[in-house]
């Protein structure tokens, strides 16, 4: 089951970037970059059906049956054993200070953190961030493409569908281990499910946000871009940039609007025989 769809799933709380980006900024047109949205609804609406009925009852179960403590723990240990994607791709950037960084706190937290299920590094001022070969793409110049949610996986696009293999097979600590050990009956997938359920039991606090949206395939879709954008430009994205994503081309936040902002997307959905899910 691939990770990707929970590891986009689990961070709705970003939409809300949304609103203070387009507070200062004049009343947006609806958005229409979306070409593939007609098909996205429905793959959309089939990943939302998978969880409903297979994972997210998994996740329910598994906050039920584990303290905050030993879920805490668990998180910490898939956090860590994941850093050697980020240090790969910190060195595919040019980045060799984030690089060195990095993989201090990777060893820090595998020797006297205990394999990674504690994280004395945050104590010793190591910080953290995560970077993945999307975001190298994107800081070598490759444009995002269009916005796709893929069967089984979520959100994202023609750019950043490439960490799916690229992270996945050559830099994914897990990946490579299950491919060099002999292993039987898929005893192999036990760590990535057991990833797959940790992420999804740390959405549970934040469905809320998802549920008040008025289109949550809107409001995932805006999310994830702009969470990406701020994953780009290390959580300052240049205010050209961010007027480009939002399709404005100038003027002051004095007439900002956001309910008219709404109602004018509302109208161009119904136009286009597009329905909130």
């Given at each position: 089951?691939?990770?990707?769809f929970?590891?986009?799933f689990?961070?709705?709380?970003?939409g809300?970037?949304?609103?203070?980006?387009?507070?200062?900024?004049?009343i947006?047109p609806?958005r229409t970059?979306?070409p593939n949205?007609?098909?996205?609804?429905?793959?959309?609406?089939?990943?939302d059906?998978?969880d409903?009925a297979?994972?997210?009852p998994?996740?329910?179960?598994?906050?039920?049956v584990?303290s905050?403590?030993?879920?805490?723990a668990?998180?910490?240990?898939?956090?860590?054993i994941?850093l050697p994607?980020?240090?790969a791709n910190?060195?595919l950037q040019?980045r060799?200070k984030?690089?060195?960084?990095?993989?201090?706190?990777?060893?820090?937290?595998?020797?006297?953190?205990?394999?990674g299920?504690?994280?004395?590094?945050?104590?010793?001022g190591?910080?953290i961030?995560?970077?993945?070969?999307?975001?190298?793409?994107?800081r070598?110049?490759?444009p995002?493409?269009?916005?796709?949610?893929?069967?089984?996986?979520?959100?994202t696009?023609?750019?950043d569908?490439?960490?799916?293999p690229?992270d996945?097979?050559?830099?994914?600590?897990?990946?490579?281990?299950?491919?060099?050990?002999?292993f039987?009956?898929g005893?192999?997938?036990?760590?990535q499910?057991?990833?797959l359920?940790?992420?999804?039991?740390?959405?549970?606090?934040?469905?809320?946000?998802?549920?008040?949206?008025?289109?949550?395939?809107v409001f995932?879709?805006?999310?994830y871009r702009?969470?990406?954008?701020y994953?780009?430009?290390?959580?300052?994205?240049p205010?050209?940039?961010?007027?480009?994503m939002q399709?404005?081309?100038?003027?002051s936040?004095?007439?900002?609007?956001?309910?008219?902002l709404?109602?004018?997307?509302?109208?161009?959905?119904?136009q286009?025989?597009?329905?909130?899910?």
């Amino acid at each position: 089951m691939p990770r990707r769809f929970l590891t986009r799933f689990v961070r709705p709380a970003v939409g809300l970037i949304a609103v203070g980006l387009l507070a200062a900024c004049q009343i947006a047109p609806p958005r229409t970059d979306d070409p593939n949205e007609h098909l996205n609804r429905k793959v959309y609406a089939f990943n939302d059906k998978l969880d409903k009925a297979a994972i997210r009852p998994v996740a329910v179960a598994y906050r039920k049956v584990t303290s905050p403590g030993v879920r805490t723990a668990v998180s910490d240990f898939y956090t860590n054993i994941r850093l050697p994607i980020t240090v790969a791709n910190d060195l595919l950037q040019a980045r060799p200070k984030d690089a060195v960084v990095t993989t201090g706190r990777f060893i820090v937290n595998l020797t006297i953190g205990f394999l990674g299920f504690k994280d004395p590094a945050s104590l010793l001022g190591m910080p953290i961030h995560e970077n993945d070969f999307g975001i190298t793409l994107a800081r070598w110049g490759v444009p995002e493409g269009d916005y796709l949610v893929l069967p089984f996986v979520g959100p994202t696009t023609v750019r950043d569908v490439w960490r799916l293999p690229v992270d996945g097979y050559f830099f994914d600590p897990l990946s490579i281990y299950a491919r060099n050990h002999d292993f039987k009956d898929g005893q192999y997938y036990l760590p990535q499910v057991l990833y797959l359920v940790t992420l999804r039991a740390r959405a549970i606090d934040a469905e809320s946000f998802l549920a008040s949206a008025y289109d949550p395939y809107v409001f995932m879709r805006d999310a994830y871009r702009q969470q990406r954008l701020y994953q780009i430009y290390d959580g300052n994205p240049p205010a050209d940039v961010i007027e480009r994503m939002q399709g404005i081309s100038g003027g002051s936040g004095a007439d900002f609007n956001p309910e008219e902002l709404l109602d004018e997307q509302h109208k161009w959905e119904k136009q286009n025989g597009q329905k909130p899910l």
